[in-house]
């Protein structure tokens, strides 16, 4: 069968044009995206920085491997080969200003000459979240650093 015959079999005309409309779809698809992420960000509330918020963030992100009380010894520091900062260490932690904290929490522990194993978290937490996140890593050390946003 020559491919003029094949191109003429209704069946593969449909699915040539089957192909068609699918490979043209991620491109009408993507100005909806847009503008549902649009959309998305204006309809959602704005987090306000506070204790509070850290607390419920750190208990959600940040206790598996740091622990409930931030001492390093969440259920997840006994099979890491970096054991977790303790975030209860004063002097450790006041060594530390909160720009440093913040870009450890966004970026991760490699881009900040840490541990591999600390995730990045900016994409999942936003600003609000990490700054409120380290309210409370200030509350836990009962230590200050100086503050540069």
């Given amino acids: 069968m020559t491919i003029r015959a094949k191109m003429k079999s209704p069946g593969l005309l449909f699915m040539a044009t089957l192909m068609c409309l699918f490979l043209a779809l991620p491109v009408y698809g993507e100005e909806k995206k847009e503008a549902a992420a649009v959309a998305a960000e204006e309809a959602a509330p ?6 509070e918020l850290g607390r ?7 206790t598996p491997c740091h622990g409930v009380k931030g ?8 099979h890491l ?7 209860t260490d004063s002097k450790f932690m006041s060594e530390r200003n909160d720009t440093k904290l913040f ?14 194993l600390m995730p990045p978290w900016g994409a999942a937490l936003g600003d609000e ?6 309210l409370y890593l200030r509350e836990l050390c009962k230590c200050q650093a100086t503050k540069n946003w």
């Fill in 129 to 134: 979240k990490i700054k409120s996140l380290i």
């Fill in 56 to 62: 419920v963030t750190y208990q959600h992100y940040c």
């Fill in 71 to 78: 001492d390093g010894n969440g259920f997840n520091a006994p």
């Fill in 103 to 116: 870009d450890t929490i966004n970026l991760g522990g490699v881009e900040v000459a840490k541990s591999t």
């Fill in 46 to 51: 704005k987090l306000e920085v506070s204790l």
């Fill in 81 to 87: 080969l970096v054991k977790p900062a303790n975030h």
